[in-house]
């Protein structure tokens, strides 16, 4: 089945700086890549997706690249607030018309004032 | 605005006792997906469903069983709860798309202590 890693497990990062955070999937069919944020004591939301045919799309200050040839896909946070601290999710999904998403592991986004 | 709701926010039980965590989806939605979060795990898929009555295992369905009588009802069962099942356990609904996936909406999820 489909594994996906993600890096880094934590990341702290200073108010108006940028953060990455990567992750790498195993399954060559995956056609789908959500990210997820979960503030503390909130349920998962969807903050942007990016699917095959797209290598990057763009959304205010949140961005998605995707690499197939590497399997890999990354999210990009740019000029953080307080509010971008949360926990992120990436996830791949590799069945067509199947919804089924494997996550990573997250990563834990500190903004220090 | 989609609305995914769970039967209990805390749950504490006891080893070996029948444990149901109940679903509810307000948006017609075929999808239904069970994960437990554990801190350093993510999100571990146990089993989803697609369809009333309909239901195929995840990536960790040992110990678990699922119920789907009606479309906007999804059930988690622990035939025998052990301390190991101590975990979030948080519900999701989606679409069935035509195209490659759909947003996956989620509960609030319960917390479920096993003694």
């Known amino acids: 089945g489909e594994n996906v890693e993600q890096h880094p497990s934590t990341l702290s990062v200073q108010e108006g700086d940028s953060a990455v955070i990567k992750c790498t999937y195993s399954?060559?069919?995956?056609?789908?890549f959500p990210w997820y944020k979960q503030e503390l004591g909130k349920r998962p939301q969807l903050i942007i997706d990016?699917?095959?045919?797209?290598g990057e799309k763009k959304d205010q200050r949140i961005a998605v690249t995707l690499n197939k040839t590497a399997k890999h896909f990354s999210l990009h946070i740019t000029e953080t607030q307080p509010e971008d601290s949360a926990v992120y999710f990436c996830?791949?999904?590799?069945?067509?018309?199947?919804?089924?998403?494997?996550f990573g592991t997250g990563t834990r986004l500190t903004i220090i004032p | 605005d989609v609305k995914v709701t769970q039967s209990s926010r805390y749950l504490v039980k006891r080893t070996g006792e029948k444990v149901f965590l109940e679903c509810v989806q307000d948006?017609?939605?075929?999808?239904m997906f069970w994960y437990r979060q554990d801190p350093g795990l993510g999100l571990r898929l146990i089993y989803f469903?697609?369809?009333?009555?309909?239901?195929e295992k995840g990536d960790i369905p040992e110990g678990y069983s699922v119920s789907r009588e009606k479309k906007e009802r999804f059930s988690l069962i622990l035939e025998s709860a052990s301390t190991n099942q101590t975990s979030m356990y948080l519900c999701?609904?989606?679409?069935?798309?035509?195209?490659?996936?759909?947003?996956?909406?989620f509960g609030p999820g319960t917390r479920l202590t096993v003694l």
């Open positions: 999701a609904s989606s679409l069935l798309g035509t195209s490659e996936g759909n947003e996956q909406f």
């Open positions: 399954d060559s069919a995956s056609n789908y």
């Open positions: 990016i699917r095959s045919n797209v």
């Open positions: 996830a791949a999904n590799v069945d067509f018309g199947n919804e089924k998403l494997t």
């Open positions: 948006m017609d939605h075929e999808n």
């Open positions: 469903s697609y369809d009333v009555k309909m239901k």
